[in-house]
């Protein structure tokens, strides 16, 4: 049934009588425009030659990521830089950076969707899908980590009968229940508002394999008002119980650091601090996916510019509470007046990494000044530019946190340098491009904006109207 909007409906900067926004989409949209304008990206024969060009890349750094695994497991950790005592490396610098991007999916999908955000609508797919394919990349980092990655049934309660139980009382194991509690959560919410939208490419679906693969991810969903009925009740469950997840998966991360004395670590802000960063860097990955896709596709008229302005907003908001995060953090290590968190302060500034603080201060607090601007945050070049400094930022931020506290800690005898050699940048750039392919191969075969809600906000107008 195709529901269209009235010739007099003019989509422009005015709000329809019950306070919907009315240039949520293009004028003229039917729900047979947004069934055609996202399903045929998916069920068409042929990608775009960037969609290829840009997967070529990803698949390529995918296979160095597995080249360095394999070099990995044959040789060991002594491969990578890390040393006595910078025991942790780039592996843990890229865990936290990766469970930060992760965060921002939930943050849009979950906690936007219990506020009634129609803004919401054309990006919570890609940051739902972004969430898992980030926290799959960031579980690898510390099971790589270990050394022997195939013990690491070792942190799971499981029966044993040699009594060999795990630490309870560490946050490497809070950890583990963390980040699998919030990918199983993410996994379902993902999922159910996917089945609308595979039951719609299913019944598009010329090819018989088309159907049958949509039609088993569908569960059957006929689109009546019971599955209706039942599927909002579970979205908005699914919805309140990811919520607080947001808060906590990345509070017990920064657990790892704050329950240790090391100078630099020792700090009740972290959990705060680590959230505030997480969906800032979570934001501006989004940022980075959605800008090339909405321009590779053409989907002006579905993620527009008030998409991209709220979305800076966001960011620029959670932006300036990470840098009141490193003003309190340098004021609490003066205050103290603990001489070895003073150091740590000078020696994050003017020590011998004190180069990597200054970028890290470039990237995160003064090119997103930029924000305040609203030709920079609707102009969809210069806010991807200002999200790609960010994203790099962020994981400098998590290189200043783990290398530099470590590097000298109490006994100036114990100090040594960390120098991450070829390994570790091949593992980094190479779960990039794990990241990137799972990203183009999601916006192959599934549709990368919620086809369902899209449909809602054209019908939305009308009823308004009608009241």
């Known amino acids: 049934m195709k529901s269209t909007i009235p010739p007099n409906e003019q989509r422009n900067t005015r709000m329809s009588p019950l306070g919907y926004p009315t240039n949520l989409l293009a004028p003229g949209q039917t729900y047979e425009t947004v069934n055609e304008t996202i399903g045929s990206i998916v069920l068409r024969n042929r990608q775009p030659a960037t969609w290829w060009i840009g997967f070529v890349v990803a698949f390529g750094l995918l296979m160095m990521f597995f080249f360095a695994l394999a070099w990995l497991f044959i040789r060991g950790v002594g491969i990578w830089g890390i040393n006595i005592p910078v025991a942790w490396g780039f592996a843990i610098v890229n865990f936290v950076w990766w469970v930060g991007i992760g965060h921002a999916g939930t943050f849009i999908s979950a906690i936007l969707l219990l506020m009634f955000q129609h803004w919401r609508t054309a990006i919570n797919r890609f940051a739902e899908a972004m969430t898992l394919f980030a926290v799959a990349c960031a579980g690898l980092m510390p099971l790589l980590h270990l050394g022997r990655p195939w013990l690491f049934f070792y942190l799971f309660p499981y029966p044993d009968t040699m009594g060999l139980w795990p630490q309870f009382r560490s946050p490497l194991v809070w950890d ?52 209706w009925q039942r599927h909002q009740i579970a979205y908005l469950l699914l919805g309140g119980l990811a919520t607080p997840l947001v808060l906590s998966v990345h509070s017990v991360v920064s657990f790892d650091f704050a329950v240790a004395i090391v100078p630099g670590w020792h700090s009740t802000i972290f959990p705060p601090y680590f959230v505030a960063g997480a969906i800032y860097s979570g934001f501006a990955m989004v940022l980075n996916i959605i800008i090339p896709v909405r ?120 100090w040594g340098m960390f120098f991450p050699t070829v390994w570790d940048w091949a593992v980094l750039f190479g779960s990039v491009g794990l990241f990137l392919t799972l990203l183009f191969l999601f916006v192959r075969f599934f549709p990368m904006i919620s086809i369902s809600e899209s449909r809602e906000l054209v019908a939305e107008p009308q009823k308004a109207n009608a009241l």
């Open 176 to 227: 583990v229940f963390a980040v699998s509690t919030y990918f199983i959560v993410s996994l379902l919410f993902w999922y159910l508002g996917l089945v609308p939208d595979v039951a719609t490419l299913r019944d598009r679906a010329d090819k018989k394999w088309q159907k049958k693969f949509y039609g088993v991810l569908a569960l059957g969903w006929r689109n009546s008002a019971e599955h």
């Open 295 to 414: 321009k590779l596709y053409h989907l002006e008229n579905l993620i527009t510019e008030r998409y991209l302005n709220n979305m800076a907003n966001v960011m620029f908001v959670t932006g300036l509470m990470v840098s009141y995060g490193y003003l309190i953090e340098a004021f609490m290590s003066w205050y103290s007046g603990d001489i070895f968190e003073q150091y740590m302060m000078l020696n994050r500034a003017f020590g011998p990494y004190g180069w990597v603080f200054w970028v890290l201060m470039l990237c995160n607090v003064i090119v997103p000044q930029a924000l305040w601007s609203a030709r920079i945050r609707r102009n969809p070049l210069t806010l991807f530019i200002v999200a790609f400094f960010i994203n790099v930022g962020m994981w400098i931020e998590r290189f200043v946190i783990v290398i530099t506290s470590l590097s000298r800690d109490f006994v100036p005898s114990s």
